[in-house]
T-cell receptor, first 117, second 114 residues
């Protein structure tokens, strides 16, 4: 069963606007981590932000913040003041502490973000 | 400190050929992973390793084999390549089992099977 759901195949935003990329997850493990990665057209995977299931505050990293709503099992990425360089595919991923596969990441299908001037 | 390196960057194979995708990390990480990414999709786990000499299957292991003779290296072997194996392959590593922090990814290998 798919455990990470990203329902927005594509999002469009203008420069300097904020944008929210949605991510919901499903797990029965009380200890887990949620990640967002950026994949530009060049193909590499760039780590953006991490949220632990026991973290009391929402994670922030510069212009990136993670809106973590544990009861709703959602972990939306918020990008403030979008820039042209933010145009990329964005992946939400989860890692379960008790996961069988050596704590490998489980990925969503991704959301393509396009930023226009 | 190079992180995770992968070779080759690109490769075209004919159906039925074999090849090995190389992955090396210099961070002394115990955990290493191979993922594949099909066009427009997220990454799926092929194989993983929790240390030298220990490997196990992920979600999509058919058609692949791995070995882990050293901490640094985790090669992925494709036997009898098929068009369905056309994909981008990412190797990743992480420091320890209990870590819930990021995985470090290599730059990827783009493989086409024709």
């Amino acid at each position: 069963a798919q455990k990470i759901t990203q329902t927005q195949p594509g999002m469009f935003v203008q420069e300097k606007e904020a944008v929210t990329l949605d991510c919901t997850y499903d797990t029965s493990d009380p200890s887990y981590g949620l990640f967002w990665y950026k994949q530009p057209s060049s193909g590499e995977m760039i780590f953006l932000i991490y949220q632990g299931s026991y973290d009391q505050q929402n994670a922030t990293e510069g212009r990136y913040s993670l809106n973590f709503q544990k009861a709703r099992k959602s972990a939306n990425l918020v990008i403030s003041a979008s820039q042209l360089g933010d145009s990329a595919m964005y992946f939400c991923a989860m890692r379960e502490r008790g996961g069988q596969a050596g704590t490998a990441l489980i990925f969503g299908k991704g959301t393509t973000l396009s930023v226009s001037s | 400190n190079a992180g995770v390196t992968q070779t080759p960057k690109f490769r075209i194979l004919k159906i039925g050929q074999s090849m090995t995708l190389q992955c090396t990390q210099d961070m002394n990480h115990n955990y290493m992973y191979w993922y594949r990414q099909d066009p427009g999709m997220g990454l799926k786990l092929i194989y993983y390793s929790v240390g030298a000499g220990i490997t196990d299957k992920g979600e999509v292991p058919n058609g692949y084999n791995v070995s882990r003779s050293t901490t640094e290296d985790f090669p992925l072997r494709l036997e009898l390549a098929a068009p369905s194996q056309t994909s981008v392959y990412f190797c990743a590593s992480s420091p320890r089992e209990v870590s819930l922090y990021e995985q470090y990814f290599g730059p990827g290998t783009r493989l086409t099977v024709t």
